[in-house]
């Protein structure tokens, strides 16, 4: 175990010991990561420090069933992930923002295609959330979480609750399936 998670779980049992105190440092220690999570699933600011907020509730809540089997970190980012994705099913806004440097790693990384990178920023954009919304919602989920959440194949195992062979495979196919859309979306683009 590394000395943060060493340290993190020192935090917790202090807090769970009585010591509510303590939760403060796992606040300021992870709070501009949760806020950098929620910012790039809501592109509103003040509504994404408002999400932020309601994770910490909930971590709060919820830090007694914190089994210590993930990292406080992916343990964390679950709640980001659920939190925004439930905030975005209520809102009815499925199109989750995308920044430049993620579109380009998952576009690279699924379409050989050099035609698509050309198009201008607006336009990649639509067209990664259209791609990512016609996606099944566990593929769509998992390339979110590999690629705008910066998790890792364990820790996407961990969350979804899927073996880490199985969280590979996912990950392959729905590379495969984005790339099969996004060729659609381009050449269709073309035509018209």
């Not at 590394?2 to 769970?16: C, F, H, M, N, R």
């Not at 303590?22 to 910012?39: E, H, P």
């Not at 499925?94 to 990178?117: C, F, Q, R, T, Y």
Request: glycine share 4%; with cysteine.
């Amino acid at each position: 175990m590394t000395p943060s998670g060493e340290q993190d779980i020192a935090i917790i049992k202090s807090v769970l010991s009585g010591n509510t105190a303590a939760y403060s440092k796992l606040v300021d220690k992870y709070g501009s990561y949760v806020m950098s999570l929620t910012v790039r699933y809501i592109n509103d600011r003040q509504k994404a420090e408002e999400l932020a907020q309601d994770v910490f509730i909930k971590a709060w809540h919820n830090l007694p069933g914190w089994r210590g089997e993930a990292k406080f970190s992916t343990w964390l980012f679950t709640i980001v992930h659920t939190t925004c994705l439930s905030y975005l099913r209520k809102k009815k806004d499925a199109s989750i923002p995308v920044d430049e440097s993620i579109m380009k790693n998952i576009i690279h990384s699924s379409v050989k295609n050099e035609g698509l990178p050309k198009l201008d920023n607006d336009h990649r954009k639509a067209a990664m959330n259209s791609a990512l919304e016609q996606l099944e919602e566990g593929d769509a989920q998992v390339l979110s979480l590999f690629y705008m959440g910066e998790q890792k194949v364990d820790e996407i195992a961990i969350i979804t609750g899927l073996s880490v062979s199985n969280v590979k495979v996912r990950l392959f196919r729905a590379r495969q399936k984005l790339k099969v859309i996004i060729e659609k979306q381009y050449n269709d683009s073309l035509l018209q």
